[in-house]
Nanobody
Framework: QVQLVESGGGLVQPGGSLSLSCAAS????????MAWHRQAPGKQRELVAS???????NYADSVKGRFTISRDNAKNTVYLQMNSLKAEDTAVYYC????????WGQGTQVTVSS
């Protein structure tokens, strides 16, 4: 019954910005670490960013300084603000939480292309 629904993906030119949202249900959202992962064509899924229940964040080196993860516990939503996008950021972005088992959203496509 855990559900994670991503939104906000799309096509953007290099150097542009996008903001992703993940709305969670079926969990006591505020107590869980939330994360964003991505999977590019031909590559393995990788952790992009995470945020703990206490607000501690971590980022992949490839996105540090460009992406910001945040959460709004009142809205059961986690966000990923992506700035200065590069072609190599092109991927399907997935919302993630571990509640007993790994829980994944369906993903939202981000395409960075001129």
């Amino acid at each position: 019954q855990v559900q994670l629904v991503e939104s906000g993906g799309g096509l953007v030119q290099p150097g542009g910005s996008l903001s992703l949202s993940c709305a969670a249900s079926g969990i006591v959202f505020s107590i869980y670490t939330m994360a964003w992962h991505r999977q590019a064509p031909g590559k393995q899924r990788e952790l992009v960013a995470s945020i703990s229940s206490g607000g501690q964040t971590n980022y992949a080196d490839s996105v540090k300084g460009r992406f910001t993860i945040s959460r709004d516990n009142a809205k059961n939503t986690v966000y990923l603000q992506m700035n200065s996008l590069k072609a190599e950021d092109t991927a399907v972005y997935y919302c993630y939480v571990h509640r007993g088992i790994d829980r994944w959203g369906q993903g939202t496509q981000v395409t960075v292309s001129s």
